[in-house]
């Protein structure tokens, strides 16, 4: 059964602090999705990594993929209170590129002023 | 060109009853998904219809069902509703079912008393 485990899942940091939220997966999938959840919307989507090694930015979020470590990354850098939120990956769960995806458990991040 | 719409957004059943929620994928997208979101969970996949047929399927009972129509709308039925039926029902449209891009709708919250 595929997994996705994120950590940590409860991130607390203040202003212009930079951390990282690890997403490992227990099988290989095509493809790695990070979405932003706000409190009782939707999901919006950040980033899809389609490929080792890729790496993408948005304004101060960066997502990174390494296949082989089966592990991706999303950096924050110089954190401000908007980007406080739930953050999700996730990959195509069900063989190949599917696009049913297998989420992670999420990670509230506080940014704190 | 109009996102994806889900209703109703909000709904309160009672155990044992019925419900259809319905959801209206974007414009040019064939593809259609359902996630079931537990409070302070991450999306789990329910299934997914393609050329109006069910396209595969997460671990769900049989009591949860859906449709798709030929304008590619959708609806997920849930019989015989559970206390744990209440969570955010989300749809996802996308260009194919191999597509990388997902866009998700507001959802509908479901709860059961």
């Given amino acids: 059964e595929l997994k996705v485990e994120q950590n940590p899942l409860f991130l607390s940091m203040q202003e212009g602090k930079n951390y990282t939220i690890y997403c490992n997966y227990s099988t290989t999938s095509d493809r790695l999705y990070w ?3 706000d ?3 939707s999901l919006e989507s950040l980033f899809v990594l389609l ?3 890729a790496v ?18 999303l950096h924050i ?18 063989g190949g590129a599917t696009n049913k995806l297998i989420f992670g458990t999420g990670t509230l991040l506080a940014v704190q002023p | ?24 994928s974007q414009s040019g997208h064939n593809t259609v998904s359902w996630y079931q979101q537990a409070l302070g969970q991450g999306p789990q996949f329910i299934f997914q219809y393609y050329r109006e047929e069910e396209n595969g399927r997460g671990n769900f009972p049989p009591r949860f069902s859906g449709l798709q129509f030929p304008n590619y709308s959708s609806e997920l039925n849930v019989n015989a509703l559970e206390l744990d039926d ?20 507001a959802g509908s919250r479901l709860t059961v008393l």
């Fill in chain 2, 86 to 105: 209440s969570a955010l029902y989300l749809c996802a449209s996308s260009s194919g079912p191999g597509a990388n891009v997902l866009t998700f709708g």
């Fill in chain 1, 56 to 73: 993408k930015q948005e304004g101060r979020l960066m997502a990174s993929l390494d296949t082989k470590a089966r592990l991706s990354t």
């Fill in chain 1, 39 to 41: 409190p009782g919307k």
């Fill in chain 1, 77 to 94: 850098t110089a954190a401000v209170h908007d980007l406080s939120a739930t953050y999700f990956c996730a990959v195509d769960g069900y």
């Fill in chain 1, 51 to 53: 490929s080792n090694g």
């Fill in chain 2, 1 to 24: 060109e109009t996102g994806v719409t889900q209703s109703p957004t909000h709904l309160i059943k009672t155990r044992g009853q019925q419900v259809t929620l319905r959801c209206s």
């Fill in chain 1, 35 to 37: 979405y932003r959840q």
